[in-house]
């Protein structure tokens, strides 16, 4: 009844690449639209098939993946990018969500998460690994312990949800209240924390421990 999720992969190291093609060619909801070696390839071909998820790698030659995100999504605003990071590649984080991607995972990833990655994001949400989000809260620069966003009990607790990749209506639930109270919210917090989009306030909150992320 529903269609196959496409993929593209865009990963430098063939062996890695074509064991990602292979496992998500064998699900039964995902099929790969196309793979690159490296982001000018990616981009050559991103104009002719637009897939529903990214998957790209950062360091690659030619053109690496912060410089295909940005140009990519520069053309195709709505495109759902994951990156495949390694926690050493932090330096890139605050970019990347700067440009617009959905979601982080290592390349260490077990299976069902990346599966789990890949949905999430096909839907229209945000997917970031544990482990590279604690990296952002140890990597964090203190300054004063009040933040200044003024936000409510009710922002932050919707704030902290949306962290954990609910949907809105999942919060309105969780919350008792509507989805258009909830809407209203999300997009309040864009605006209290100066967030350009929904990813960069995630990343925002967990960097500025406007919530804890448990583990």
């Not at 999720?5 to 430098?12: G, K, L, S, W």
């Not at 966003?149 to 949800?161: A, F, G, I, Q, V």
């Given at each position: 009844m529903n269609r196959?999720?496409?993929?593209?992969?865009?990963?430098?190291?063939?062996?890695f690449r074509s064991g990602i093609i292979t496992l998500l060619n064998g699900h039964?909801?995902?099929?790969?639209?196309?793979?690159?070696?490296?982001?000018?390839?990616?981009?050559?071909?991103l104009k002719k098939d637009q897939p529903d998820v990214v998957l790209m790698d950062l360091?690659?030659?030619?053109?690496?993946?912060?410089?295909?995100?940005?140009?990519?999504?520069?053309?195709f605003p709505d495109l759902k990018i994951i990156?495949?990071?390694?926690?050493?590649?932090?330096?890139?984080?605050?970019?990347?969500?700067?440009?617009?991607?959905k979601g982080y995972v290592n390349k260490d990833v077990n299976l069902s998460d990346l599966y789990d990655a890949i949905e999430e994001v096909a839907q229209g949400g945000l997917y970031f690994s544990q482990d590279i989000l604690r990296q952002l809260v140890l990597d964090k620069e203190r300054g004063s312990d009040e933040n200044s966003?003024?936000?409510?009990?009710?922002?932050?607790?919707?704030?902290?949800?949306i962290c954990k990749g609910y949907t809105n209506k999942e919060i309105a639930d969780q919350m008792c209240l509507s989805i258009?109270?909830?809407e209203k919210y999300r997009n309040t917090l864009i605006k209290k924390t100066n967030?350009?989009?929904?990813a960069q306030l995630v990343m925002k909150a967990i960097k500025e421990e406007l919530v804890l992320i448990e583990g």
């Open positions: 196959k999720i496409r993929v593209a992969i865009v990963e430098d190291q063939e062996l039964n909801k995902m099929e790969v639209a196309f793979d690159s070696s490296n982001g000018l390839e990616f981009l050559q071909k360091s690659m030659p030619q053109m690496d993946g912060s410089e295909a995100a940005q140009k990519a999504l520069a053309l990156v495949l990071s390694m926690l050493d590649q932090k330096d890139y984080y605050a970019r990347m969500i700067k440009y617009g991607v966003y003024e936000l409510t009990d009710n922002e932050l607790s919707t704030l902290e949800m258009k109270t909830i967030s350009r989009n929904t």
